[in-house]
């Protein structure tokens, strides 16, 4: 799973709206790259480990997708709700490869 495309950037675009140009920790100027993979996090605890794929695509009520900012530098990394991120109802992720990502491959 990770995130679309459009969605991506538009988060990137969003942080840097609010202010976060530069890694809070070291301080390095457009340092913070946002990951094209969600990190899940379950809200009801821990999930076994074979079950956490067949279980992120079928209660996703359950689990929250995080979108992750991290510094190139430091490493330091903050987690936001992509929730908060979302604007209507476009996908912001992709489960499988489709033809928009096939002709736009990740750099």
Do not use: Y
């Amino acid at each position: 799973m990770r995130w679309h495309r459009s969605f991506l950037a538009a988060v990137g675009r969003r942080l840097q709206q609010l202010g976060l140009r530069a890694c809070p920790v070291c301080g390095r100027a457009d340092s913070l790259r946002v990951s094209p993979f969600p990190v899940l996090l379950t809200d009801d605890g821990p999930v076994p480990g074979a079950a956490a794929r067949a279980r992120a695509r079928e209660q996703l009520d359950d689990i929250t997708a995080a979108v992750k900012a991290e510094c190139t530098a430091c490493g330091h990394w903050v987690l936001f709700d992509s929730l908060k991120f979302r604007t209507g109802p476009e996908r912001i992720t992709l489960f499988e490869v489709d033809e928009e990502e096939r002709r736009h491959p990740e750099e």
